[in-house]
């Protein structure tokens, strides 16, 4: 069979970034701010990738869901982490000879505050983000995930720590970026005080469908098939090598997986705005999102330093002139 071969469309690259520009202003009816878990989920919808979000209750992370779900024209699901969930409750159940398919069957997948799930439920929507299969317990058979596919699973922070069950860092590896809600500008809080969401929500215009963005997935994921001697896949490649260095016993930190994910993202990234090639400066902007989360490590602040360190210590190579990617 004749190997397929991917073909750069500056016509293509321009219809995306204009249709996830339509995107962004529908969206923009109902969210106010929150622009960079926007960016995230735009990244993450066209790399086939995943989402994490982080934030206290009412910042409109489940709303965000149930907007790009009218954007997109994709099925939808929401699914609320508990402690008592269970794995048929996300995966489905066998009633006779019929399996009865769950909410992982839909498209957009919402997994809210999944760190008050237990880990076997939140095994039921992990494994799939890798596989693209699930396998129900009561099922002999394996069954495809939906395509496209797309998670974005929410943590929100909270003193009863007894029913909280963090996600260790092999689960948050499955996620392509994590990013954290901000507070918002006075201006911000203002908009949000004299809008009505929910009226707002049904005047949302659908921009794109499931074929659309499986041409596009398609497209970014070609895209990043190019010379690995490519001046910005060696940086980042020298900056994950370099992070190893500066970890001590029982810490780790970005994995081969993570270096691939984040090189579709600044791909994705690259195309998202439009601009000529991939620079260091857009490694330094997207890097904390899509490894932070990532490194094995006893605090936040450890995680930070260890990327810091690496950033500090390896230089980029200036990419040629008119380089692209």
């Not at 005080?193 to 963005?213: H, P, S, T």
């Not at 398609?218 to 970890?247: N, W």
Request: aromatic share 8%; net charge neutral; hydrophobic share 40%.
């Amino acid at each position: 069979m004749e190997e397929k071969v991917w073909v750069e469309d500056p016509v293509f690259e321009g219809e995306i970034r204009a249709t996830f520009g339509r995107v962004k202003r529908e969206v923009a009816k109902v969210i106010v701010g929150e622009t960079k878990l926007q960016e995230s989920i735009n990244i993450g919808l066209i790399t086939g990738g995943s989402v994490i979000a982080e934030g206290p209750p009412g910042e409109g992370k489940s709303l965000t869901m149930e907007t790009y779900q009218r954007v997109l024209g994709l099925t939808y699901a929401r699914i609320q982490g508990l402690p008592d969930i269970m794995p048929k409750d996300i995966e489905g159940y066998r009633e006779g000879n019929i399996f009865r398919k769950g909410p992982i069957f839909h498209q957009l997948v919402l997994f809210d505050e999944i760190n008050r799930a237990p880990g076997k439920s939140k095994a039921a929507i992990l494994n799939p983000m890798q596989t693209g299969f699930v396998k129900p317990i009561d099922w002999n058979a394996e069954l495809p995930v939906p395509d496209p596919f797309f998670v974005m699973a929410t943590m929100n922070p909270t003193e009863d720590r007894k029913v909280t069950y963090p996600l260790a860092t092999a689960e948050l590896d499955r996620f392509s970026l994590r990013t954290r809600t901000k507070k918002k500008t006075v201006q911000e809080l203002r908009q949000v005080a004299v809008r009505d969401a929910g009226f707002n929500l049904r005047r949302v215009e659908q921009v794109v469908d499931a074929d659309y963005l499986r041409r596009a997935i398609a497209y970014v994921k070609g895209a990043s098939y190019c010379s690995e001697e490519h001046p910005i896949v060696d940086y980042i490649s020298r900056l994950a090598r370099e992070m190893q260095f500066f970890t001590e016993e029982g810490e780790t930190s970005s994995s081969p997986r993570a270096v691939r994910s984040f090189w579709l993202s600044l791909v994705a990234f690259r195309i998202l705005e439009g601009v000529p090639a991939i620079t260091p400066e857009h490694v330094e902007y997207l890097i904390r999102r899509c490894w932070h989360h990532r490194i094995i490590a006893d605090s936040e602040e450890r995680r930070s330093r260890i990327l810091d360190e690496a950033l500090e210590r390896v230089s980029p190579v200036p990419l040629p002139d008119g380089k692209k990617q």
